[in-house]
């Protein structure tokens, strides 16, 4: 079976690394032969990080070659199409699909976070190609409204999970031994790990987390490890955050494998999270989190979890980020909603059990 993949990858974000690696481990579970060519921004770091084909991003005439040659182009994970983050790469998703429905390929839209859609052009095309694909999967409950805004109704549409939702679990062992590299190990007290990025309001936001962690320093004296899952944007993010604290912390300056980051995320006693799949890792790895948002796509994932964020980038305090950690690190360990998160990651691997029962079904 070949398949190609339209996706943000080679980016070097941990996020979409993680959704990448989670769609390859369960469509290989369900094909044994599986082909993939993943559309990628660096197609080498691609195909070495994930073993499969890539082409670039730029090139048309390789991607349209490999699509020819397809049995289905899947379009995802992620929040590919929406126009808030960015204007033109809408645009971009869109012409990838437009594609191959000229070129008779099946196309699924697979575990995609939905919108927001603005301005007449965006919301004409969206209705014009995407009620054309064969299949469409999407990650959250707000993204079926997004699609009914959309009067997008002639594909079938599932309401699943996102893809890292089917990972698995991994060995706390990878983590500590990158903790202790620098000098940390269990036995120090409390680990509160912090994905945090770049963002509108950035400022005012910086400002309020470095007190709010100074003060759990100060309180609890639990160790801050910042976690980039973004290389190398997270890291300037962190160091900037880390340089207006008064208390001393942990900034890790690595590029780490999705295992590594899963991993070190699992050995946190609490996860505070501005990263989507951040916050998702958590919930593999089973560590309470705190989330703050930027997006919808936060609240739609913490909502499907059971949870709610702690507050936007643009309106959180220092003192809400310090009540609600303090609130978390005198609750068990133990995530709370065991039961939805068994529920999501068989959802997750519905999207890789869909996609094949739809090339079956053309072929």
Known sequence: MRIVISGYYG?????????????????????????????????????????????PMPDIFSIIKKIRAADLLISGGGSLLQNVTSGRSLYYYLAIIFFALILRCPVMLYAQGIGPIRGALAHKLM?????????????????????????????????????????????????????????????????????????MD????????????DKIIE???????????????????????????????????????????????????????VRLHALIFAGVMNVPLLGISYDPKIERFLDSIGEKPLGNMSDVTAQEIFDATLK????????????????LNALARQNAKLAVELVKSKS
Request: glycine residues 4%; charged residues 30%; negative net charge.
């Open 328 to 343: 978390k690190l005198s609750e068990d360990k133990e995530f709370h909603d065991d039961t939805l998160l068994k529920e």
């Open 219 to 273: 309180e609890t004296g639990a160790k801050i490890i910042f976690i980039p899952m973004k290389f190398p944007e997270d890291i300037r993010s962190a160091v900037m955050t880390a340089e207006l604290m008064k208390e001393k912390c942990l900034v890790f300056e690595e590029e780490f494998s999705t295992q590594e980051i899963l991993s070190l995320v699992g050995c946190m006693d609490l996860l505070i999270g």
């Open 127 to 199: 209705n014009l190609i995407v009620n054309r694909v064969d299949l469409i999967t999407v990650r959250d409950r707000g993204s079926l409204e997004e699609l009914a805004r959309l009067k997008i109704t002639r594909p079938k549409i599932f309401c699943t999970a996102d893809p890292v939702l089917a990972i698995k679990p991994v060995p706390l062992e990878i983590g500590e031994e990158i903790l202790s590299h620098h000098a940390l190990k269990k036995s120090d007290g409390k680990f509160i790990g912090v994905a945090i990025r770049h963002w």
């Open 11 to 55: 980016s070097k974000n941990g996020g979409d690394e993680a959704m990448l690696a989670a769609m390859l481990e369960v469509l290989r579970e369900e094909v044994s032969d599986l082909q993939v060519t993943v559309i990628s921004l660096n197609p080498e770091y691609t195909r070495l990080r994930h073993k499969v084909d890539a082409v």
């Open 202 to 213: 950035w400022g005012r936001f910086q400002t309020e987390i470095a007190a709010a962690l």
